[in-house]
């Protein structure tokens, strides 16, 4: 199954030409056949990162949000708390299963990372580090498997179609 997703990369410094994790994460996508539906780059600013999710939540066909950058421990770094604002329930999961696998590549720095998935309006909102490698990790061992529909005993997919339910 074709999964759409939406790539917001949050940086005050990169661009399209230069946004390496995000070029990346394009490739990765096409790779599994999902659909790459929008890709932005936002500041690492509160309202601009809330801005762009609240408008892709509109969208009816869009399935999952991928971000990537912000979620580090400097003073502009605010990715997380933006979506937390936004969203419905947590996948503490997540970001809890990134930082074991990410302990194998980076060590304790791995503590430094606050990657994190929630649920908002039925969609998905996965926050990746703005690392290449993170992304890496994040894609390759996670979402990879949880965004096919093949991958067993469950994954994110076949939740679909009740993501919304009362």
């Known amino acids: 199954m074709q999964v759409n997703i939406a790539l917001l990369t949050v940086t005050d410094t990169r661009t399209i030409e230069t946004d390496k994790s995000g070029a990346i994460l394009v490739d990765k996508i096409k790779e599994q056949n999902h659909k790459l539906f929008d890709r932005k780059i936002v500041k690492d600013d509160k309202e601009q990162i809330k801005k762009t999710l609240n408008d892709w939540l509109k969208v009816d066909n ?3 949000i ?3 950058g912000g979620t580090g421990l400097t003073g502009r770094d605010i990715t997380p708390e933006a979506i937390k604002e936004i969203a419905d329930k947590e996948i503490s999961g997540f970001g809890e299963l990134f930082r074991y696998l990410s302990y194998k ?3 304790t720095s791995t503590i430094q990372s606050r990657a994190c998935a929630v649920l908002a309006k039925g969609k998905y909102i996965f926050a990746l580090p703005g690392s290449s490698g993170g992304v890496i990790d994040a894609w390759d061992q996670i979402l990879k498997y949880q965004l ?3 991958h067993k005993p469950c994954n994110f997919v076949e939740l679909f179609p009740r993501l919304k339910e009362k």
């Open 62 to 64: 869009l399935d999952v």
């Open 66 to 68: 991928i971000t990537t």
């Open 105 to 107: 590549t980076v060590g």
């Open 148 to 150: 096919d529909i093949n």
